[in-house]
């Protein structure tokens, strides 16, 4: 009989967190693992929190009410019918990924931190069509958004992949999920100039649901992580989408750290910089490595790579350059004039022969 009632109070906590009934709010502060892991205080600091930092979430809504998220999100939009933020959280995801980026907690140090908790989220709401999400890219840009996140798996079209490179032409970052099928990452996610992001376990290894391939840029935590959900609770979430948040909050910080770095020079940091995991270099499950908060902020600025603006600046393989193959261009110049004067000499007897 005690075997029993523990095991159904075990399975009574259980569901209370996952189905996002009440719950203390300190408790959520201490279930928040990866802050620690990823030494998220110290980046915070950093990085100004985020501050001045605007952060467009094209997702399911966010319920601002949370009292995780106040102060913490500006204006967003409807699409789906061309009107002002209502507020609402339409699906329940929405206001997990705002909580990821941009949380602050509420009270004496209880709900959940996000990764920027002075950076502020724009909510956008469309529904799941690739010409509405295109909309809200326009709409997120041209209201100040300096990092987009898309946790979403859409079909890539014409109408998405001219508001992306809308985007990257105006100097955002672009963030995405992988996706949650253990299979090809979503085309949403591949799109030049998106950010790709994969999902890691708190050990480290990929989680068994994250896509893969050759467009991974990077992975970061996504199982087990505590989220915020409307009406002031709270839940765990597994998936790529929490991975992409992660990042986009390392974008913020970055961002508000650096206010001069293009946004290709962010997302060239976020890879070069990641702890190489997996297969040494890159590989399409770990792609360049998991987030390093810290080195993304502290590592030395370098020359950015040429590269088009439409495309996500991602860094070579680790790997050793291979021994370049060929003559050298000075030996081939060295070679042109000593047989340029062996010419000229040849010419010279000739035409003394000729005389004598």
Same mark, same amino acid.
């Given at each position: 009989?005690?075997? @029993?009632?523990?095991?159904?109070?075990?399975?009574?906590?259980?569901?209370?967190?996952?189905?996002?009934?009440?719950?203390?709010?300190d408790r959520e502060r201490d279930r928040e693992w990866h802050l620690s892991a990823m030494k998220a205080a110290q980046a915070a600091e950093l990085g100004k929190g985020?501050?001045?930092?605007?952060?467009?979430?094209?997702?399911?809504?966010?319920?601002?009410?949370?009292?995780?998220?106040?102060?913490?999100?500006?204006?967003?939009?409807?699409?789906?019918?061309? +009107?002002?933020?209502?507020?609402?959280? +339409?699906?329940?995801?929405?206001?997990?990924?705002?909580?990821?980026?941009? $949380?602050? $907690?509420?009270? +004496?140090?209880?709900?959940?931190?996000?990764?920027?908790?002075?950076?502020?989220?724009?909510?956008?709401?469309?529904?799941?069509?690739?010409?509405?999400?295109?909309?809200?890219?326009?709409?997120?840009?041209?209201?100040?958004?300096?990092?987009?996140?898309?946790?979403?798996?859409?079909?890539?079209?014409?109408?998405?992949?001219?508001?992306?490179?809308?985007?990257?032409?105006?100097?955002?970052?672009?963030?995405?999920?992988?996706?949650?099928?253990?299979?090809?990452?979503?085309?949403?996610?591949?799109?030049?100039?998106?950010?790709?992001?994969?999902?890691?376990?708190?050990?480290?290894?990929?989680?068994?649901?994250?896509?893969?391939?050759?467009?991974?840029?990077?992975?970061?935590?996504?199982?087990?992580?505590p989220v915020a959900v409307p009406r002031g609770k709270y839940a765990l979430a597994d998936g790529t989408s929490s991975s992409s948040a992660l990042v986009a909050g390392?974008?913020?910080?970055?961002?508000? @750290?650096?206010?001069?770095? +293009?946004?290709?020079?962010?997302?060239? @940091?976020?890879?070069?910089?990641?702890?190489?995991?997996?297969?040494?270099?890159?590989?399409?499950?770990?792609?360049?490595?998991?987030?390093?908060?810290?080195?993304?902020?502290?590592?030395? @600025?370098?020359?950015?790579?040429?590269?088009?603006?439409?495309?996500?600046?991602?860094?070579?393989?680790?790997?050793?350059?291979?021994?370049?193959?060929?003559?050298?261009?000075?030996?081939?110049?060295?070679?042109?004039?000593?047989l340029l004067v062996v010419g000229v000499a040849a010419v010279m007897i000739v035409r003394t022969r000729r005389r004598t």
């Open positions: 009989m005690i075997r @029993r009632g523990a095991a159904a109070l075990a399975a009574a906590l259980l569901a209370v967190l996952v189905t996002g009934a009440p719950a203390r709010a985020g501050a001045g930092v605007i952060v467009a979430v094209i997702d399911t809504g966010v319920d601002t009410r949370h009292p995780d998220l106040t102060g913490a999100t500006v204006p967003g939009r409807n699409t789906a019918l061309d +009107s002002a933020d209502d507020d609402v959280d +339409s699906g329940g995801h929405g206001t997990g990924i705002a909580v990821l980026i941009a $949380g602050r $907690g509420h009270g +004496s140090g209880d709900g959940l931190l996000g990764i920027a908790p002075r950076s502020q989220v724009m909510p956008i709401r469309p529904i799941a069509d690739a010409v509405l999400v295109a909309d809200g890219i326009r709409w997120a840009v041209q209201h100040g958004a300096k990092v987009i996140n898309m946790s979403f798996g859409l079909d890539s079209s014409d109408a998405l992949r001219a508001a992306v490179d809308e985007a990257v032409a105006a100097d955002v970052v672009l963030v995405a999920g992988a996706g949650n099928d253990n299979t090809e990452a979503n085309r949403s996610a591949t799109l030049p100039g998106v950010l790709a992001v994969g999902a890691i376990d708190r050990a480290g290894k990929i989680a068994k649901f994250s896509n893969h391939g050759p467009e991974v840029d990077l992975v970061a935590y996504g199982t087990d992580i390392a974008a913020a910080l970055i961002r508000a @750290r650096y206010p001069d770095m +293009s946004a290709t020079e962010v997302a060239q @940091r976020l890879t070069t910089t990641a702890t190489d995991r997996g297969e040494k270099g890159r590989d399409d499950y770990y792609g360049y490595g998991e987030l390093n908060l810290i080195a993304a902020l502290t590592a030395p @600025r370098a020359a950015v790579s040429p590269s088009s603006a439409a495309v996500v600046a991602r860094p070579p393989d680790s790997t050793p350059d291979a021994p370049r193959q060929g003559i050298p261009a000075l030996l081939m110049a060295a070679i042109g004039v000593a």
